[in-house]
């Protein structure tokens, strides 16, 4: 079918956003069937305001430069869902009134609902529409995939960031310090055992990792302290911002007012009289350009490729890009589609059995499964000394409808 294509980032951005928008342009640009190529921006917000671009029109040298610049060039919208009725019928409005017939979503699990809920209510209104969803999430959240798009950056930069930290720490102290690191905004326990691979074999400092799935006890916690500081000068200790102890409850005094790093950093200043250092590691982590990996950003941009033809040359509609490992040493996967609601279905909890409670540490199969995903450097292309980013000129499509406001 011919018509118009559409392509909206949407949801928590990671550092391989670009890289899939990148990849949708190039081969929606070598389809017969695609008319125009319009991006939206601020993804379904943008859709609602009709504030739609002509992807075309920009040059080849933005396009590529798209591998390389993290973030979200068209701009996500951030969590905004499209749920409301009146909402829905706006935007049905104005894919029809572009004569869009495929919509390409990139982005987390808000973008996925609302990927479906679109194409749920376009196809109650009997327009043919082809809806193909790239799944994208620093967390590594979908367990219908063998990794979430931008999780292996996320966890390059996590990794590298440790490194660092651990190096300054150790050719700057003469006395035991113990590095709080609080992992922030993550509902699992993926990137935070992610830490694991910064550990160097030489000059390294102790690394103690606890999880969601482990809980942290202070007396315990203490003691593993101790030891760790008996074998180096310096200690690392890793752990999420919801971590809870063994009752279940989340770390803070009284008032509320202390975090998790600094309920530790006074735990163990009160009781082993240790000084400490506290790191907090949120949404940089999927926003560093200098620590993208090439591997990741190669899937994103194959996911894209993918996506368009599984619209154009087999019509498929309703479905996300998922990753298929195969058992092999080298990283190389199958990738297939599955139906947006399946994919949704349930969350990728992280395995039990990897991790060791006795050392407070995470054990080799998740290494070994995490390892190949960081591989790669991308080259940056600089200006004037610093990083030359993907900047659209945003060539506006003229609009067909009244002015829409929105939540």
């Known amino acids: 079918m011919e018509g118009n294509a559409l392509i909206l980032q949407s949801g928590q951005p990671t550092a391989v956003a670009n890289a899939s928008l990148s990849g949708l342009i190039n ?60 909402d829905l019928d706006r935007a049905c409005e104005v894919i029809s009134r572009h004569n869009i017939r495929y919509v390409f979503c990139i982005g987390d699990s808000s973008a996925l609902t609302s990927a479906s809920n679109l194409l749920s209510r376009a196809q109650s209104k009997s327009y043919e529409l082809f809806l193909i969803a790239i799944p994208q999430s620093a967390q590594n959240n979908f ?48 990137l935070t055992a992610g830490s694991i691979l910064s550990k160097a074999k030489k000059e390294s400092s102790y690394l103690l990792i606890y999880t969601l799935e482990q809980p942290l006890q ?13 074998a180096t000068p310096t200690c690392t200790v890793v752990f999420p911002s919801n971590i809870t102890d063994e009752n279940g409850n989340y770390f803070s005094n009284e008032q509320g007012s202390l975090t998790p790093a ?26 560093q350009s200098s620590t993208i990996s090439a591997q990741d950003s190669k899937m994103a941009t194959i996911a894209a ?26 990283y190389s996967c199958e990738i297939q589609t599955v139906d947006i609601a399946t994919f949704m279905a349930s969350q990728k909890n992280f395995p039990t059995d990897w991790i060791d409670s006795e050392t407070s540490s995470i054990k080799y199969p998740f290494v070994k499964y995490a390892s190949p995903l960081i591989q790669g450097e991308i080259q940056v292309q600089f200006e004037q000394g610093l990083p030359k980013f993907a900047q659209f000129q945003k060539l506006y499509v003229t609009k067909q409808l009244p002015a829409h406001s929105h939540s």
């Open 262 to 287: 600094e309920h530790l950093a006074a735990a163990l200043e009160d009781n082993l009289g240790l000084k400490t250092q506290i790191r907090k590691f949120s949404s940089e982590l999927r926003t």
């Open 305 to 330: 490729q993918v996506a368009v033809k599984s619209a154009i040359e087999k019509g498929q509609t309703g479905q996300a890009i998922t990753f298929f490992r195969n058992d092999r040493d080298a």
């Open 27 to 86: 081969e929606a640009l070598n389809q017969g069937n695609i008319e125009n190529i319009y991006g939206s921006i601020d993804g379904f917000r943008g859709l609602l305001t009709e504030s739609l671009i002509d992807l075309a029109e920009e040059s080849q040298q933005m396009i590529r430069a798209l591998e390389w610049t993290p973030g979200a060039v068209l701009g996500t919208g951030g969590s905004f869902i499209l749920d409301k009725q009146t």
């Open 143 to 190: 367990s219908s995939t063998d990794y979430t798009l931008g999780y292996g950056s996320a966890l390059k930069t996590f990794a590298t960031a440790l490194r660092e930290m651990e190096l300054e720490t150790i050719k700057t102290s003469d006395e035991n310090i113990v590095n709080l690191v609080e992992v922030q905004g993550q509902n699992n326990s993926w």
């Open 218 to 230: 202070i007396s315990s916690f203490l003691n593993n302290i101790r030891e760790a500081l008996k």
